[in-house]
Structure formats: C-alpha cells, structure tokens
C-alpha cells in the first residue's frame, strides 16, 4: 500500500484556493475513484491519466484499488488542470518520485492520452494565488510547474519561479530522487517584460502596441472632446447621444488614449481575467502558444459586445463561473454602441456593477466575485431614425412620432440613466467643419492634463473621484456660500435624485481638479450639469 499528497488549486472566481491530491493505493477490486466535489470534468481524468501513464512508459496500477481525495473535500473541483497532479500522485504512492520533490512544487495541467501537457484556463491566477498565500504564511512560494504553454503569462507575477514542461516524462524526470533528477528551466515571461528588466531595450515588433487614435482627427465636437478629457480625469461614466454619423464611436475610440498606464497590479488582474476567460496567450487550446504570446499584458482593456449579447456575456456566469465583458473590462474601457438596442434585462444588470465596481455570480453550492471598475462609453441615436432634434441644416427630417421617441429612450430605465455621469448630446458636424485641417489639441496634450489630475484625486483621497463615496465626497468637495445655493437650486429645477445630485458633485470635483483649484466653484458645477443634459426633453425641430 502507498500514499502520495500532491499539492495545487482550484479556481473560485479570481481566487486560487490550494488543494491536496492525495493517492492512495491499496489491494482490492481493481479501479479508480475519485472524491472531494469533483466535476465532470474531473472524473473524465481517470481515463486520460491511464492512457497517459501507459504512453509515457509507466505501468499503470491495474491491479490495485485507486482512491484520489481531493481535499477539502467541501471545495467545488472544476477543470482538467488536475490531470498532472493525480498521475503524479499515482507515480509517487509507487515509490518512483521524490516526496521532498513534491513537496516543494504545485501543478497544474491536462494531459492528452499520449502524455502532452495541454493548456489550462486561470495560469495567471494559479500564480497569483500562490504568491498571495505564501506572503500570508510568511515563507518562500513553492514553485509553479504548468504546461509550456502557460508558463509565459504566468511567469509576469514576480516572486514566483514558473516550470514549463511539454510532456508528462519531463516533470517525472525532474522529480525523480537524487541524482536521476533533471531539472526543468524557469520560464521566461513575456517579451515586453524582458525587455524592461533589461533596461528599456526595444522589444520584438509584433509586441509593440499600436498607436492610439488621436483627437485631432476629430472635426469639430469641441464640447464632445472636453467630456472626454473629464471622463478620464475622474473615471467618469458617459453616454453620448446624437444622429448617425455624428462621431460618437470615433470619440469612444479615443478616450483609451487619454488615460494614463496601468499599475503593475493592476495589468497583472486585468491578466489574470483574462487568462480565466482563455484570452491571454497560452491560455487559449492554441497550440503554437509561447513565451510573445502574452505581450500586450500591460494595455487598458477595450471591449465593444454586440449589442445582441446576452447577459450572461455581459455580467458574467456559465459552470463554473467565467468572468463577462464587464469584468473583462476592469480597469479599462467597456464601449456599449446602440446602447439602448441591448435587451432591457441585460442593461439593468449593469446598475450594481457600476455601482460596486464588482459583481457576484451566485449559483447552487458556489459563488464567484469578479472585480469590474470599469470606465463605460455608450452611444445611442436620440430615436429610431435617428435625428430627432438634430440641428444640421442638411440633416434629413425626423419621421418618428413623439410617442415613438419616449418609447424609445424609455428603453433606458431612470436608475441606469442616474448611474451615468456626464450624458452629452454629439451633434452632427457640418460640412465645412469636415472640410477644415486638424485643430485643438492633440492627444498627449490632453493626457498630461489628466494625468495631473489623477495624480492630485491619489494624492488626495487615493482613487479617482468617480468612486468616492457620499461622505467622502462632502469633506473631499465641501461646497459655501453661492456655491451650495446654486446646486441646490438647480437640483431642485432639474429634479435631481440624490445620486444624480452626488454625481454631479463628483463631476464637478474632477472638473476642479483639471483647474487645478482647490475647491468646487459656481463654474465648475455650471459645467457639470450642462455635461449631464443629453436626454434632456426638448421639441423637435
């Protein structure tokens, strides 16, 4: 009789919990069982962990009685990340690895029933978890062994020392006691990392990012640039309204542009969402993945669904839970086009995310929290046809009804609309506005302005001042005198909810920030109001 304890993890959400295979072998009816919440995908390890042995040329135990716990036995098991670890513990309860070896090490990996290590979803978050328990316990991270394919991305995460093997017989050559042992070499992260430990060199051409679009491109919408500029000041919500053509998406494309790069910790969450979802170089079942396959880690998330998306794509779900586009989207930008064609049920989903910045997935027996401080861009025409309101003189004439255009809009509830910060009408430009060069500012100009003020909302009150929350916001944003009575007077006039009168604040804050003044005036809170009127009623023409 033989026991082995193999050590590794499971995915709940973006959280890797650790879990113990243990193998044990003893006389009785020849077969293979399995314990400890396991799925269908787990259970189906039996048959490629027995033909992967055989390959490999191991004998597999087919005369012994296999039990595999996987413990704690109340932790829901998914994945066929747990291939690797159960025909290793098989290996060592037959005395042919090292326990020590074991010991030191955690895996991860599917196994073809020829003995190749195939890709597994959540690399980057298996290191991630890692790293995190073993700072909790105090001492040094075991280290990592995972299929090559995924052991680029997860070697971004520093601290920990990442094994790629290509075959079952690698790893059990690397285990093996004494000198038998032939190690397998760290992994190498990613190109664009490489590049910056080695002082700034130029990385490989396919690992530049493109350029952004820039805002002189844009003719005219001077009002449409200026929102922008706050939006990504204060990671502020917008909705842009206007007719066909107007440049709504082109402005949306934009706003990446304006924003400053992403912390280390926050591009290595933004990877590990996207490792969860099987985007992020080896993660995917690609099977020319290496080490240039996860640059680009650092970029702000763009993510644009159709709008015939269904909820569960949006926010999240499936067994076992996988993260939306809205988590997809954490720390960059969701754009919505033809917002309000979305069905209704999915866009309501977004008011406690946008609210939060997290959403929790709960289904029966398990629940999964995903992050979501997402900066969302919609864009919607004011009706059906489009130009209802517009004022361009060759606009065509609007043909819908004004009961068309109320159902229409009303198609956006008023808690979703309360929930966007700045709501801007986009007119369409003019012909002679097209025909002009570039003017205005360009881009980098803009972005150092909103640099500054972001720097000043951290500095401040350490994050932007979109999440700032109501007391917060009173002794971040104290309004006196003519200040506080213009706001009062207007929120009455415009019939402002409480969050809608708290957001304009926050707006306005950001807008104080960009002046560079030390406090909300009458003009900033002018300004912030006029950037949330772009639903407001008004006749057509």
């Known amino acids: 009789m033989g026991l082995a304890v193999v050590h590794t993890r499971t995915l709940e959400g973006m959280q890797a919990e650790p879990v113990q295979v243990e193998v044990h072998l003893a006389n009785g009816l020849p077969c293979m069982t399995l314990v400890g919440l396991a799925d269908t995908e787990v259970r189906e390890a039996r048959e490629r962990v027995r033909s992967a042995l055989g390959h490999s040329g191991w004998d597999y135990p087919v005369n012994q009685r296999i039990t595999v716990s996987l413990a704690p036995a109340d932790l829901p098991k998914a994945s066929s990340r747990f291939d690797l670890p159960i025909a290793l513990g098989i290996l060592a309860a037959q005395g042919l690895l090292d326990p020590q070896a074991l010991r030191d090490h955690e895996f991860a990996g599917e196994l073809s029933l020829a003995g190749e290590l195939r890709p597994v979803h959540g690399a980057l978050a298996l290191a991630l978890g890692l790293r995190r328990s073993a700072q909790a316990a105090g001492r040094p991270p075991a280290r990592l062994v995972l299929p090559a394919a995924n052991a680029a991305e997860a070697a971004l995460v520093d601290g920990v020392t990442v094994l790629g093997a290509r075959h079952l017989r690698e790893v059990v050559q690397h285990l093996l006691p004494g000198a038998q042992a032939v190690p397998l070499p760290p992994a190498r992260a990613a190109v664009d990392r490489a590049a910056e430990a080695s002082g700034g060199a130029a990385a490989a051409p396919s690992a530049a990012p493109a350029p952004a679009p820039c805002l002189r491109d844009i003719r005219g919408q001077s009002e449409g640039k200026r929102a922008l500029e706050v939006a990504a000041a204060g990671h502020h919500s917008v909705l842009l309204v206007g007719p066909p053509g107007a440049g709504k998406s082109m402005l949306a494309q934009r ?287």
């Open 255 to 541: 706003l990446p542009g304006l924003l400053p790069p992403l912390t280390p910790e926050q591009a290595l969450e933004c990877a590990a969402l996207r490792s969860l979802a099987g985007g992020l170089g080896g993660a995917s079942r690609a099977s020319k993945a290496g080490p240039e396959s996860a640059t680009g880690w650092r970029t702000r998330p763009w993510r644009a669904p159709h709008h015939s998306c269904t909820m569960a794509a949006l926010v999240g779900g499936g067994q076992p839970p996988r993260p939306g586009e809205i988590s997809l989207a954490d720390h960059g930008l969701l754009f919505l086009d033809e917002l309000v064609e979305f069905p209704r049920r999915t866009l309501e989903a977004l008011r406690e995310p946008l609210e939060t910045g997290h959403v929790t997935i709960s289904r029966a027996g398990r629940q999964a929290r995903f992050p979501s401080r997402l900066l969302l861009v919609a864009a919607m025409n004011p009706c059906p046809c489009g130009w209802w309101g517009s004022r361009a003189p060759s606009a065509p004439a609007c043909r819908c009804t004004p009961d068309a255009v109320a159902r229409y809009q009303g198609r956006l509830s008023g808690p979703l609309l309360d929930r966007l910060d700045l709501q801007l009408e986009v007119p369409a430009a003019t012909p002679a506005e097209l025909l002009q060069p570039p003017q205005g500012e360009d881009s980098l100009t803009v972005a150092q302005r909103v640099a500054r003020a972001r720097e000043a909302q951290q500095q401040r009150q350490g994050c932007c001042n979109a999440e700032l929350g109501a007391a917060a916001l009173l002794e971040h944003a104290p309004l006196k005198g003519a200040s506080q009575a213009f706001l009062q007077r207007a929120a009455e006039r415009l019939g402002l909810s409480g969050r809608g009168l708290h957001r304009v604040l926050r707006v306005a804050r950001t807008l104080a920030d960009l002046a560079q003044s030390p406090t909300v005036e009458v003009p900033q809170l002018a300004e912030a109001l006029q950037l949330r009127r772009g639903l407001a009623p008004r006749p057509a023409s």
